[in-house]
């Protein structure tokens, strides 16, 4: 089985969230299970240097009046496809916006993208590798099962995954024809969304499968507080939808063997307490008598870490200790700081990212907080479970599929992973945070709910094999 998998992102060549996480994981668990899959990316600057034995396999020589090439190499044991069109992808600030804000040309930079992987998928490659199944990822690749339909497959079926839906790739209706879809692709069954394009809309309408990130989030796509607009297709497709889990990669995130952290398992709980320790002293925390929480988040509403201005009061007062390192939302970065200065031997604050002080906090903390409004599935719970950091989660999406709240039955059962809250506001929170402090409390409780956090199976193994099977159906 051969799949071509088209994404804006991928770990370890570029990374601005968990997508890129899950496209770089998926290609080496899928391969023992007989799946050839190589991933599909632009070639933003510094990617073909980071590829070795590179090759080109396929050219365009006018797509979006640029000679566009793609080259094929290797990172690790993945294949990757590298889109090369240094007009479009040589950019001095990110993927997808620079200092002045979004590229006012994304929509041509990733319906090129977009094309060249329908290209290649139809009639395969210089090196003659044609795929079974075109994968394509979020909005950024979304026009490549579009592409398929309206020009030929060539016998491919394709996929098209949903990893947060509020980014749904909406552009002026008047790009019709720049972005190569034909006349009768504006249709509100296709392409048109309200007078504009959305090409996340148009990849789940023409795609043969959908799927999204977690089985709750598939259903709560379908109700309109979820659904951002989109609920009436995909219900319409429900019959297509498909709600797999996101894994973790265990050779980036294992406390048994992270280079960033003094190592322990599940039977050397006491050198996770030497991760405490540390993490408390390089924050300059003071004495935390209660759980040590840590919060590794983008600084958003979606997140609802404004709702933890409302807990943290009497979580402090209980003798927590918060720990953040985040940026985003200018109001929601200065309440950070501000906790940090009304608590400064309690809450430590870094206002951006540094992905080996994520692993310390992974490592350090007692609890990892994840207070999300909406989460497709979230990947940050799943590495607190890995880490016997215990999850505190909203009870959505992938949050509720992946952790097991205590209750008295569940921690009667010896099943609880975490704590859970539902509502999703500051009250909940709250409560939350208290029966956090309270299990932390209990000796006899706290250090059997960390091990059956660690024993928790968020590997990847289980999803592989749902995409497997998911994608040998299409095939045949």
């Known amino acids: 089985m051969r799949v071509l998998s088209v994404a804006s992102e991928a770990v370890p060549l570029i990374k601005t969230g968990g997508l890129a996480d899950v496209v770089g994981a998926l290609p080496g668990a899928l391969a023992p299970l007989g799946v050839d899959q190589r991933v599909m990316i632009p070639a933003y600057s510094g990617i073909l240097e980071s590829l070795g034995n590179v090759q080109e396999v396929w050219a365009d020589w006018n797509l979006y009046g640029s000679h566009v090439r793609l080259f094929k190499g290797r990172v690790g044991t993945t294949t990757v496809l590298a889109l090369d069109a240094p007009q479009m992808f040589h950019r001095d600030g990110g993927p997808y916006a620079g200092a002045q804000g979004d590229y006012w040309d994304n929509p041509e930079r990733f319906a090129a993208l977009s094309w060249a992987a329908a290209e290649v998928a139809r009639d395969g490659m210089g090196d003659g590798w044609k795929p079974d199944i075109l994968h394509a990822h979020d909005w950024q690749a979304g026009l490549a099962p579009a592409y398929l339909h309206y020009y030929g497959s060539g016998g491919v079926k394709s996929v098209m995954t949903i990893h947060n839906i509020a980014f749904q790739g909406v552009t002026d209706g008047g790009r019709l024809e720049s972005l190569r879809l034909p006349w009768h692709a504006w249709h509100p069954d296709h392409a048109e969304y309200h007078g504009n394009i959305s090409t996340l809309k148009i990849g789940l309408a023409l795609s043969d499968a959908i799927t999204t990130v977690s089985p709750t989030y598939a259903e709560e796509l379908m109700r309109p507080e979820f659904g951002m607009g989109l609920q009436g297709l995909i219900a319409t497709r429900a019959g297509a939808l498909h709600g797999i889990l996101n894994g973790v990669d265990d050779t980036v ?224």
């Open 253 to 476: 995130w294992s406390p048994e063997k992270d280079a960033y952290i003094t190592t322990y398992t599940s039977r050397t709980l006491d050198k996770k307490a030497e991760n405490r320790a540390a993490l408390i002293e390089e924050f300059g925390l003071g004495d935390v008598p209660g759980p040590l929480a840590v919060v590794v988040s983008r600084l958003t509403w979606q997140k609802g870490i404004d709702l933890l201005s409302e807990a943290l009061p009497g979580f402090i007062a209980d003798g927590g200790g918060l720990v953040l390192l985040g940026s985003g939302e200018s109001s929601l970065e200065q309440a950070a700081l501000s906790a940090a200065q009304n608590w400064p031997d309690r809450i430590g604050v870094r206002i951006g990212y540094d992905e080996a002080l994520s692993h310390r906090m992974m490592a350090g903390g007692d609890a990892v907080l994840v207070p999300s409004r909406f989460e497709p599935c979230g990947l940050t719970q799943m590495y607190g479970l890995k880490y016997g950091t215990v999850p505190v989660v909203a009870a959505t999406g992938g949050l509720n599929d992946t952790v097991i709240g205590a209750t008295p039955a569940s921690l009667g059962a010896n099943a609880a992973t975490g704590v859970t809250f539902h509502p999703i506001d500051g009250i909940a929170l709250a409560n939350a945070l208290r029966r956090l402090t309270s299990l932390y409390r209990d000796r006899a409780v706290w250090p059997h709910l960390v091990k059956r956090a660690m024993r928790a199976d968020v590997s990847w193994d289980g999803p592989a094999k749902a995409y497997a099977a998911l994608y040998g159906s299409l095939a045949e």
